[in-house]
């Protein structure tokens, strides 16, 4: 997606040409501008009725991360996470409380799918946040995202929740020594 003013400039990405912005950053017009285009433009992308990401409610928002990958002059794609707490029901119904990082939005342009820029911004919020990957919880998955996560981590295997977070089996999976 292009902008009337330099994306690069605004969003000072490092070599990978991923920039990181948390909501505890000042923020300005021209970043505010690329989160609501952004933001709006994968709220359709997956057909929701409300936007996601908004920067008024990104930057009133605690402890939460948005990687923004650039590519020249355009911007390719978003990925925003946070901790939430959350009830996790298992099979036997019993409730346990969990506070892991989740995937709370993920979008890459329509034009640039399926070209290795979604697992790029998903390779760096996992090298930045320090978190495998079977430790991530994610709010309401597309077929698109549940086919990106089943192809690049092998993850595919969950309880439906009734809050719609996808907590896969391997979350709770203890590694013997
Ligand atoms: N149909 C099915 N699977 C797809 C599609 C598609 N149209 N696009 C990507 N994928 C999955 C596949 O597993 C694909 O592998 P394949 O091409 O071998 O089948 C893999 O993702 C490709 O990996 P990347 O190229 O790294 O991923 P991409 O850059 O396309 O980014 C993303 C993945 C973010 C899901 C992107 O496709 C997208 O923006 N989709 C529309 C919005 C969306 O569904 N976002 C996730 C919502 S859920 C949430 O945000 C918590």
Redesign the pocket.
């Given at each position: 997606m292009e902008f009337p003013f330099d994306v690069c400039r605004a969003l000072r990405p490092g070599n990978d040409g991923i920039a990181i912005i948390r909501s505890k950053d000042c923020n300005t017009r021209e970043v505010c501008e690329i989160i609501d285009a952004m933001g709006n433009a994968?709220a359709k992308?997956?057909g929701l009725r409300a936007v996601i990401t908004t920067a008024v409610r990104f930057f009133s928002s605690a402890d939460t991360a948005l990687y923004i990958k650039i590519e020249g002059k355009r911007v390719v794609?978003i990925l925003k996470t946070g901790y939430r707490k959350l009830f996790y029901s298992d099979e036997m119904g019993r409730i346990s409380e969990i506070t892991p990082l989740c995937?709370?939005?993920?979008?890459?342009h329509e034009t640039?799918?399926?070209?290795?820029?979604?697992?790029e911004l998903y390779t760096k919020m996992l090298q930045v946040s320090g978190v495998q990957p079977n430790k991530i919880a994610?709010?309401?998955?597309?077929?698109?995202?549940i086919?990106?996560m089943r192809?690049?981590y092998g993850l595919c295997d969950y309880i439906p929740q009734n809050n719609n977070f996808v907590i896969f089996r391997e979350y709770f999976r203890v590694i013997s020594i």
């Open positions: 994968s992308a997956q794609g995937l709370l939005d993920f979008y890459v640039l799918q399926r070209s290795g820029h979604g697992k994610i709010d309401r998955p597309s077929p698109k995202l086919s990106f192809k690049h």
